[in-house]
T-cell receptor, first 110, second 113 residues
Framework: NAGVTQTPKFQVLKTGQSMTLQCAQD?????MYWYRQDPGMGLRLIYYSASEGTTDKGEVPNGYNVSRLNKREFSLRLESAAPSQTSVYFC?????????FGPGTRLTVT | DAKTTQPNSMESNEEEPVHLPCNHSTISGTDYIHWYRQLPSQGPEYVIHGLTSNVNNRMASLAIAEDRKSSTLILHRATLRDAAVYYC??????????????FGPGTSLSVIP
């Protein structure tokens, strides 16, 4: 099993550009999540999806949109990137008691 | 949502036990205590969880206070690979997702050779 995979691993954007971060899991989990982690900080929840077809806002949703394409895939879109969105983005999925994280996408917005 | 308090950083010598404390004075009866760790440049990984009784697994032990207002993650023999940020989080056991879970800054553990 690959677990949780994310693409791309690294990305540099100019202010105002858009991009989509892809995430997929092969563990048949209902719940999936997007977090961001700024240097020296803990994880902050951007959006989550408790099941296929549903999405909800987390702590810091402004500037982001998500799509739960199917049970496996959960994508995060930045419509107009800003320097404040420079961060490491982690996707995760969870069973009842464990959360599994992907390797992260390092995004720099200049 | 109940929150946790952890020291910002701790140090340990290699091959010695490490006790990582966590305070959660507003824990509710259905909250499970979970620990995750994050190695440098990686995503967090699950370590252990418990409700009331002490728990052991291959990675660590979790000691939970009788009043459940605090807990301690115990690494029995620290190795250099255990240098990471350790997160103590509370999760409502009645829920099926982690949507309200808050990851604070955690404890940064340094292991000295």
């Amino acid at each position: 099993n690959a677990g949780v995979t994310q693409t791309p691993k690294f990305q540099v954007l100019k202010t105002g550009q858009s991009m989509t971060l892809q995430c997929a899991q092969d563990m048949n989990h209902n719940s999936m999540y997007w977090y961001r982690q700024d240097p020296g900080m803990g994880l902050r929840l951007i959006y989550y999806s408790a099941s296929e077809g549903t999405t909800d806002k987390g702590e810091v949703p402004n500037g982001y949109n998500v799509s739960r394409l199917n049970k496996r895939e959960f994508s995060l879109r930045l419509e107009s990137a800003a320097p404040s969105q420079t961060s490491v983005y982690f996707c995760a999925s969870s069973s009842r008691f464990e959360q599994y994280f992907g390797p992260g996408t390092r995004l720099t917005v200049t | 949502d109940a929150k946790t308090t952890q020291p910002n950083s701790m140090e340990s010598n290699e091959e010695e036990p490490v006790h990582l404390p966590c305070n959660h004075s507003t824990i509710s009866g259905t909250d499970y205590i979970h620990w995750y760790r994050q190695l440098p440049s990686q995503g967090p990984e699950y370590v252990i969880h418990g409700l009331t009784s002490n728990v052991n697994n291959r990675m660590a032990s979790l000691a939970i206070a009788e009043d459940r207002k605090s807990s301690t993650l115990i690494l029995h023999r620290a190795t250099l690979r255990d240098a990471a940020v350790y997160y103590c989080i509370l999760r409502d056991g009645m829920k099926t997702s982690y949507d309200k879970v808050i990851f604070g800054p955690g404890t940064s553990l340094s292991v000295i050779p």
